[in-house]
């Protein structure tokens, strides 16, 4: 699990992430895995039905319910690119 990745949170997580609270997450940091028998702190950000990543969220979850679904966002996410500009 790394920064980027596309991953589904759900009930092997957290049992607050059953059913339909299930989410899925484009990592942006994970923490180390904490004292507590394997969970961690993940940031990300929540994808819509539409495939659009419309909310940052800071979640606290059993790393090993963690699923990574494919190491890239989905189809039709464009990652956001500086426009740096080169001056002649």
């Keep these: 699990m790394k920064p980027g990745d596309v991953v589904l949170?759900?009930?092997?997580?957290?049992?607050?992430?059953?059913?339909?609270?299930?989410?899925?997450?484009?990592l942006?940091?994970?923490?180390?895995?904490?004292?507590?028998?394997g969970w961690v702190w993940i940031t990300g950000y929540v994808f819509d039905a539409k495939g659009l990543a419309t909310a940052k969220r800071e979640l606290y979850v059993l790393r090993a319910g963690v699923v990574i679904?494919?190491?890239?966002?989905?189809?039709?996410?464009q990652p956001r690119r500086s426009s740096s500009r080169v001056r002649a």
């Design 9 to 26: 949170i759900g009930a092997a997580c957290s049992v607050q992430f059953a059913g339909d609270r299930a989410l899925l997450l484009r």
């Design 69 to 77: 679904q494919r190491r890239t966002a989905p189809a039709g996410v």
């Design 28 to 37: 942006v940091s994970v923490a180390e895995t904490d004292r507590y028998n």
